[in-house]
């Protein structure tokens, strides 16, 4: 695609639920990169991926959260038994390769 | 470990004048710096990035920054700002070369610009 594709664009999910974020990165972006933002913050890194290998998780806040990229290609968060302190942006990045990466315009997520 | 401090969470700038927002660094190595615009309703989108070299650093929309290793900064300048230049600002530090997309960000500077 053109740009770095997020859906849904906005969740509110009730606390307890899963709930699971998917990017749709540029066409042929060999890197796909997962950060979270919470109001008034920056943008925090939480994992990413070469290809469809796992490559760094260490930014995952604990157990509940998850990542794949099981074709190189579409990847999915998946965040289990959702809590408020979820609730943030949660938004995607990709790159072919080189030093810079594309940001999509990023998942709302709110945990009632 | 690294970190990124934007010192400023607020400027207010009138039309026409300059900008400059600040941001320091704290990294072992030689840092890759990193500034990136966010909109309303918009993703994040690259301005400049400085990795070696000439430490003036040109981007988009006419914004320049400097890199000073001396003073562990690298600010961001606008010789006359736009009224659609009001958005976030966030400056950032990479890991490095074998891992470009992982950054660190500051908290951002929110830039009101006034007729």
């Known amino acids: 695609g053109a740009g770095v594709s997020q859906s849904p664009r906005y969740k509110v999910t009730k606390r307890g639920q899963d709930v699971a974020l998917r990017c749709d990165p540029i066409?042929?972006?060999?890197?796909l990169y997962w950060y979270r933002q919470a109001l008034g913050q920056g943008p925090e890194f939480l994992t990413y991926?070469?290809?469809?290998?796992?490559?760094?998780k260490s930014g995952l806040p604990n157990d509940r959260f998850s990542a794949e990229r099981p074709e190189g290609s579409i990847s999915t968060l998946t965040i289990q038994r959702t809590e408020q302190r979820d609730s943030a942006m949660y938004r995607c990045?990709?790159?072919?390769?080189?030093?810079?990466?594309?940001f999509g315009e990023g998942s709302w997520l709110t945990v009632v | 470990a690294q970190s990124v401090t934007q010192p400023d969470i607020h400027i207010t700038v009138s039309e026409g004048a300059s900008l400059e927002l600040r941001c320091n660094y704290s990294?072992?190595?030689?840092?890759?710096l990193f500034w990136y615009v966010q909109s309303p309703g918009q993703g994040l989108q690259l301005l400049l990035k400085y990795f070696s070299g000439d430490t003036l650093v040109q981007g988009i929309k006419g914004f320049e920054a400097e890199f000073k290793r001396s003073q562990s900064s690298f600010n961001l300048r606008k010789p006359s700002v736009h009224w659609s230049d009001a958005a976030e600002y966030f400056c950032?530090?990479?890991?490095?070369?074998?891992?470009?997309?992982?950054?660190?960000f500051g908290a951002g500077t929110q830039v009101v610009v006034t007729p």
């Open positions: 066409s042929g972006h060999v890197s």
């Open positions: 950032a530090v990479g890991a490095g070369a074998d891992s470009w997309g992982k950054l660190q």
């Open positions: 991926f070469n290809y469809e290998a796992q490559q760094d």
């Open positions: 990294y072992g190595a030689t840092p890759y």
């Open positions: 990045a990709s790159s072919l390769s080189g030093n810079t990466i594309y």
